[in-house]
Nanobody, 115 residues
Framework: QVHLVESGGGLVQAGGSLRLSCAAS????????MGWYRQAPGKQRELVAQ???????NYADSVKGRFTISRDNANNTAYLQMNSLKPEDTAVYYC?????????WGQGTQVTVSS
């Protein structure tokens, strides 16, 4: 089992910044990637950013140039730095861990961007 603890969500004005954290514990061996999804009301959950074990990253087109994902391997924590936030970034953000055999999800953290 992998346990994920997310933090860092909140309310921010458009143009502002937030940083999300996702700390993994438990059976963290064989983790192949960490990342973030988001789900806005009435919409499907979508991939925002992913960082693989080797350090390569990929981003949704809508956040490229504004969001940066990073990972502290020593502490098994992933971060999502979100800059130049827009109202359309409002959603529940979920951390996800890809692990050989099973994937794990965090409980979600609300990000609200006011105009």
């Amino acid at each position: 089992q992998v346990h994920l603890v997310e933090s860092g969500g909140g309310l921010v004005q458009a143009g502002g910044s937030l940083r999300l954290s996702c700390a993994a514990s438990g059976s963290i061996f064989s983790i192949t990637a960490m990342g973030w999804y988001r789900q806005a009301p009435g919409k499907q959950r979508e991939l925002v950013a992913q960082i693989r074990a080797g350090g390569s990253t990929n981003y949704a087109d809508s956040v490229k140039g504004r969001f940066t994902i990073s990972r502290d391997n020593a502490n098994n924590t992933a971060y999502l730095q979100m800059n130049s936030l827009k109202p359309e970034d409002t959603a529940v953000y979920y951390c996800k861990v890809w692990r050989v055999g099973t994937d794990y999800w965090g409980q979600g953290t609300q990000v609200t961007v006011s105009s």
